[in-house]
């Protein structure tokens, strides 16, 4: 069965506090693995998408990585702002997507 | 571009009741999906549509039914609605496989 886990559930770091998030998975045939922002009372925010391990993507203070079994999302000298619960998912057939239960990011000034 | 939208972004239903959420897209994507968000749950598909005319069975798809008669529209019914759907539905719009999902807004339905 194809499974998702994110880790921690919750994190809390000071600005400027750099940190990671795990998205560890195990699906048949992997055809993408996603990465979403979602603020409080709003709907998922794409932010990255990596298809093959050894792949990697940067946006401003973020960077996700891929290998054969997991992802991480590496948060660069964070700001407040990016206070968000980020979301992991898998796309084993290429359309619809298993999502993990996400991390709850708190960034405190 | 308005991108997804929903309708309506807030309900209150009584146990027995029905509704139809909608979800517009004018990005002109082919696939769109319903999603459902409870906490400590996650977000689990309930139906998607890979093209005008189709659906087709999600994670969660009971107590639920759906028609996508446009390209840009995808309904969300619910027939009989039940406490146990009281969530937090969220609809979503692709343009191909492998292609990255872009969500709408949400829709809070509470169903005592």
């Known amino acids: 069965e194809d499974q998702v886990t994110q880790s921690p559930e919750a994190l809390r770091l000071q600005e400027g506090e750099s940190s990671s998030l795990n998205c560890s998975y195990t699906v048949s045939g992997l055809r993408g693995l996603f990465w979403y922002r979602q603020d409080p009372g709003k709907g998922p925010e794409f932010l990255f998408t990596l298809y093959s391990a050894g792949e990697e993507k940067e946006k401003e203070r973020l960077k996700a990585t891929l290998t054969k079994k997991e992802s991480f999302l590496h948060i660069t000298a964070p700001k407040p702002e990016d206070s968000a619960t980020y979301l992991c998912?898998?796309?084993?057939?290429?359309?619809?997507?298993?999502f993990g239960k996400g991390t709850s990011l708190l960034v405190t000034p | 571009n308005a991108g997804v939208t929903q309708t309506p972004k807030f309900r209150v239903l009584k146990t027995g009741q029905s509704m139809t959420l909608l979800c517009a897209q004018d990005m002109n994507h082919e696939y769109m999906y319903w999603y459902r968000q409870d906490p400590g749950m996650g977000l689990r598909l309930i139906h998607y549509?890979?093209?005008?005319?189709?659906?087709a069975k999600g994670e969660v798809p009971d107590g639920y039914n759906v028609s996508r008669l446009k390209k840009q529209n995808f309904l969300l019914g619910l027939e009989s609605a039940a406490p146990s759907q009281t969530s937090v539905y969220f609809c979503?719009?692709?343009?191909?496989?492998?292609?990255?999902?872009?969500f709408g807004p949400g829709t809070r339905l509470t169903v005592l």
């Open positions: 998912a898998v796309a084993p057939s290429g359309y619809a997507l298993n």
């Open positions: 979503a719009a692709q343009e191909g496989a492998y292609n990255e999902q872009f």
């Open positions: 549509s890979v093209g005008e005319g189709t659906t």
